[in-house]
């Protein structure tokens, strides 16, 4: 059996910045990954020889835990290109191509939904991103989904319709009445403020020139294919005694500490010997994924630039919610790519491949014209199908879980701590978290000053 300090259950963003940490440090870690590859749900991959981020891919400008690290690993970024008008696609399927950042509404609409925007920015200000159980309206917040809670602020409906989409289907991917008000607040205070939240130009700023992917890539190489093990699926967790011993189908890893570095709904796909404790058995459940399609198609030349358009366009209700230029640094080729989130994914899974490539070209054809339904390649993310993800893009508590169980969920059970973006507070659901929550979770350890002997 093999000795180490730090045992490290995935080599996704989190697991890897984790290692980094304890390793410049001096301190022996292996970091035991699932699949045949590191990345998690960063994944830069080829498909018919078109380079398309499948998973995480943009960086923020308040997420200097990514960039320092993207910086620090000598990568560079891209903007996203945005130059142009935009498309909008209103619930009846009238088209508007307008410029500047409101949606082309009418005026009263846009000022209703300015003033929902107002009081989700002082929420979010107010409540905080590290520990909104905390607040003294957690409760009433957590027990109303963000549907109904909308729809107590205001009577416009098409104007909560606009709303709710940037955190329902836009982040979380569930429908909005599926999680509460204070999911919502907590998902726009980890990235600044609600404004934050609606405004592409900020939330979907930068790319990684050459693929998100290589940040868990280039993490690896320095820590060496003896520390970073493939194709290890982690089945049991023994931390009946000192050192914790953790077992895949054909080793053993004997350990002072454990990260746990995989999304909350898989926590459970661990056997714990002894078992968890009852309340971590009771709200690991509450925690599961989102759905969402990230769907890719490339064309010769980005033929909507042409047009003067930027690639961006919103489509409350439509099958495809949003779409943007995804062309890839430095390319001659136009990539386009769009989202189909929660039951609009289910149907699409629920059609045959030549039916579901049809409905979701004509969706995009509706916002950017004929020339999108003939793509050279074409591609659809399928989180849900992998079996060391089941979902995209992260997890979330259900209704009333988070002011219940958030102030646990970062708490070690003896050896064992757990950590991934989805439980970070800054950076929540986004590889920016993923960095800060494997940096502060090793550092825990660190201080704890545990080691082997
Ligand atoms: P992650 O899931 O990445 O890694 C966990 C690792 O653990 C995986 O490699 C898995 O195989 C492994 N594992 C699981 N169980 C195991 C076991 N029992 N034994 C061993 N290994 C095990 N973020 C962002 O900042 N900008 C963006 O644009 C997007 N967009 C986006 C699109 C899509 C389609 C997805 C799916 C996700 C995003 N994200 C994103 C989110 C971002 O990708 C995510 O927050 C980080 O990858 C999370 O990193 P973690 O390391 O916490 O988990």
Redesign the pocket.
């Known amino acids: 059996m093999e000795r180490v300090d730090v045992v490290i259950?995935?080599?996704?963003?989190?697991?890897?910045t984790a290692a980094r940490t304890l390793t410049a440090v001096g301190r022996s870690v292996v970091v035991?990954?699932?699949?045949d590859?590191?990345?998690?749900?960063?994944w830069t991959d080829r498909i018919d020889g078109q380079m398309f981020?499948?998973?995480?891919?943009?960086?923020s400008p308040d997420?200097t835990a990514?960039l320092d690290l993207v910086d620090e690993l000598g990568l560079s970024t891209f903007p996203r290109h945005r130059d142009g008008d935009r498309v909008f696609l209103a619930p009846d399927g009238t088209r508007t191509v307008y410029s500047g950042d409101a949606f082309p509404v009418p005026e009263r609409r846009q000022s209703e939904m300015d003033r929902l925007i107002g009081i989700l920015d002082d929420l979010a200000a107010r409540i905080g991103a590290e520990r909104p159980w905390d607040a003294e309206d957690a409760k009433e917040l957590d027990s109303i989904s963000f549907h109904h809670w909308l729809r107590e602020q205001s009577a416009d409906e098409l104007a909560c319709e606009n709303i709710g989409m940037f955190v329902a289907g836009g982040m979380l991917t569930k429908p909005d009445t599926a999680f509460s008000t204070l999911q919502a607040v907590l998902m726009a205070a980890s990235a600044g403020s609600f404004s934050n939240l609606v405004d592409d130009h900020f939330i979907?700023d930068r790319r990684v020139i050459g693929g998100?992917q290589q940040v868990?890539e280039l993490m690896a190489a320095d820590l060496g294919d003896t520390v970073v093990r493939l194709n290890?699926?982690?089945?049991t967790i023994d931390w009946s005694g000192d050192p914790v011993v953790v077992s895949?189908d054909d080793a053993q890893f004997a350990g002072t500490d454990v990260i746990v570095?995989?999304?909350p709904n898989?926590y459970s796909?661990?056997t714990y010997v002894p078992h968890l404790p009852r309340l971590q058995q009771v709200f690991h459940q509450h925690q599961s994924m989102g759905l969402?399609i990230?769907v890719h198609a490339t064309y010769p030349r980005p033929f909507w630039r042409d047009a003067g358009l930027s690639g961006t366009g919103f489509g409350v209700g439509h099958l495809v919610q949003e779409v943007y230029d995804n062309t890839n640094h430095g390319e001659e080729q136009g990539t386009l790519v769009g989202f189909i989130s929660d039951v609009n994914a289910d149907a699409m899974w629920a059609l045959d491949e030549e039916d579901r490539k049809r409905t979701i070209l004509e969706a995009i054809a509706d916002f950017l014209g004929p020339e999108a339904l003939d793509p050279i390649v074409f591609h659809l993310?399928d989180?849900g199908a992998?079996e060391?993800?089941r979902?995209?893009?992260?997890t979330s508590y259900d209704l009333g879980g988070l002011h219940r169980w958030g102030r646990y969920q970062n708490d070690p059970v003896g050896p064992i701590r757990f950590?991934?973006?989805?439980i970070?507070g800054r950076?929540y659901?986004?590889?920016?978290?993923?960095v800060r929550?494997?940096r502060a979770t090793a550092e825990t350890i660190l201080s704890s000053g545990h080691r082997s002997d």
């Open positions: 259950v995935g080599a996704g963003p989190t697991g890897l035991l990954e699932a699949r590859r590191v990345g998690g749900r960063t981020e499948i998973g995480g891919q943009w960086i997420q990514i979907l998100m868990s290890s699926p982690v089945r895949t570095a995989v999304p898989l796909r661990i969402v990230k993310s989180f992998e060391w993800t979902g995209a893009y992260a950590a991934s973006s989805d970070a950076g659901q986004h590889v920016d978290g993923a929550i494997g």
